[in-house]
Structures are given as C-alpha cells and as structure tokens.
C-alpha cells in the first residue's frame, strides 16, 4: 500500500476476542483499538453479546472516564433490543436495569459493577469507550 499524508490515522482491521477475559464469549470476534498508536491513550472495543453471562461480578473504578453503550443488533432498528442487563453503579450499588439501546458514562473512580447480562433474546452489541489505558483497580476501603 503506498505511504500517504494520512494514512497514519488508518488502523485497519482491529480484530481480536475476549475468550481471554470472558471464555462465554469463545468464537465471538470483537473490534478493539487501544493504547497510543497515534498519541493519545485510548481503549474502544465493541463485541456481540449473545447469550447471558456474568461480565464482571466484583465493583471496581478506573482512573479515567469510561463510556459502557448496550445497542440493539438490528442496525435497521435500533429499538429492537432483546436484553436485559444488570449495571450497579456508586458505592452503594445502585441497581439499574438496562433494557433499551442505552448509553451509560462512567465518571473516572465511580465505583461500578457487578455488570450481568441477565437475559438476552436477540444479540446486541456491547461498546466500550476508555479514556486511557485499561486499568482495573479495586475499590477503595472506607
């Protein structure tokens, strides 16, 4: 491929998996970019949520803001959302229940989690956006 102005941007193809972090998830590819190839420290993954699982069972926070998107599989409507997710947020766990194309931020050292994909009908599509590198830190001790 010729060398361009731009072409620096361009990071083709970021595939990879979660069977690491997740052995739910064997054979399901996700998309995922992340550190500092062109400078700023980032981290965007999406994969497809195909049946219910425990995500991350234990609370934790990250030193930066995080962005967690739950979007309905049927890219022609995007209302046809066939899921049922379990999100606790702050330290006093606050339960919410995600059953819509949703968008959650997460400010950097909220504690958040348990995350538990609790029913799910039709696959969606779960999005993660970090702004840095991908640290996982327990939460503080009162």
Not at 29 to 38: I, L
Request: hydrophobic share 35%; with cysteine.
């Amino acid at each position: 491929m010729p060398v361009t102005k731009y072409g620096k941007y361009i990071k083709r193809e970021p595939l990879g998996t979660f069977a690491d972090l997740h052995p739910e998830l064997t054979g399901i590819e996700n998309f995922r970019c992340m550190g500092k190839p062109w400078g700023v420290n980032y981290s965007v993954s999406t994969t497809a949520i195909d049946k219910p699982f425990l995500m991350e069972p234990v609370p934790h926070i990250h030193p930066y803001d995080e962005f967690l998107c739950f979007i309905a599989g049927n890219p022609m409507n995007l209302r046809d959302f066939g899921a049922e997710i379990e999100l606790c947020l702050g330290e006093e766990q606050e339960k919410h229940i995600i059953n819509s194309s949703t968008a959650v931020y997460i400010p950097k050292e909220l504690p958040h989690c348990p995350l538990d994909f609790k029913v799910i009908t039709k696959p969606i599509v779960f999005l993660v956006v970090m702004l840095g590198d991908y640290i996982k830190k327990p939460v503080p001790k009162k």
